[in-house]
Structures are given as C-alpha cells and as structure tokens.
C-alpha cells in the first residue's frame, strides 16, 4: 500500500502564495509520477500539475506561470508551491501518486486525502 500524506493548505488572501507538500511512504518500489489535481464544489476533479520521474513536468493551462511543482525522489515527497493565487483557485487539492509495488508490476494511482485551499478576494 501506499501512503499519502499531504500538507500546506490553508487559508490566504488574493495574490498571495501557498506551498502544498506531499509525502508518500509505504512498500513502495518506484514511483511514475506525482501530482496535484484539485476539486472545488459542484465541480469535477482536475489536474493542476504532475511530475514524472525524469524530471518533466506537466500544467494545466491556468496555472502555467503560477504554480511549479517540484520533487525531491530520495524523499518520495512532492511539492506544489502556488504564486499570485486567485479565488477561483479555492479548491480541495488532493495528491496523486502513480506507484508499482513490486518490481514489473502495472502502476496503480494513489490518492491523499485532500487539503482544503481557500483565496479570499
């Protein structure tokens, strides 16, 4: 099993910034990527940003220049440092781990629990 624990949320005015971090543990034997994706009510689950591990990184479109996401693999721990926040980037941001177990066996996802993020305006 893997193990997700996430932290950094809180609450922050418009156009300031917030630092997410997310800790994987568990028997893990290699991960694939990490990730943030996010949901805000009445909406769907969405990606923000993810990280592979050679290093490349993918964005939605509304956080490129914004947000960065970073990783440090000897820790298993990801983070997502967010700039100029907005409003409308209150959400619940959930970390995502893509995990094998065991050597030669298929990637699984892994979810945290999420982490309430609020932008006041």
């Known amino acids: 099993q893997v193990h997700l624990v996430e932290s950094g949320g809180g609450l922050v005015q418009a156009g300031g910034s917030l630092r997410l971090s997310c800790a994987a543990s568990?028997?893990?034997?290699?991960?694939?990527?990490m990730g943030w994706y996010r949901q805000a009510p009445g909406k769907q689950r969405e990606l923000v940003a993810a990280i592979f591990s050679g290093g490349s990184t993918n964005y939605a479109d509304s956080e490129k220049g914004r947000f960065t996401i970073s990783r440090d693999n000897a820790k298993n721990t990801v983070y997502l440092q967010m700039n100029s926040l907005k409003p409308e980037d209150t959400a619940v941001y959930y970390c995502?781990?893509?995990?094998?177990?065991?050597?030669?066996?298929?990637?699984?996802?892994?979810w945290g629990q999420g982490t309430q993020v609020t932008v006041s305006s």
């Open positions: 568990g028997s893990i034997f290699s991960i694939d990527a």
């Open positions: 995502n781990a893509v995990a094998r177990l065991r050597f030669g066996a298929l990637p699984l996802n892994w």
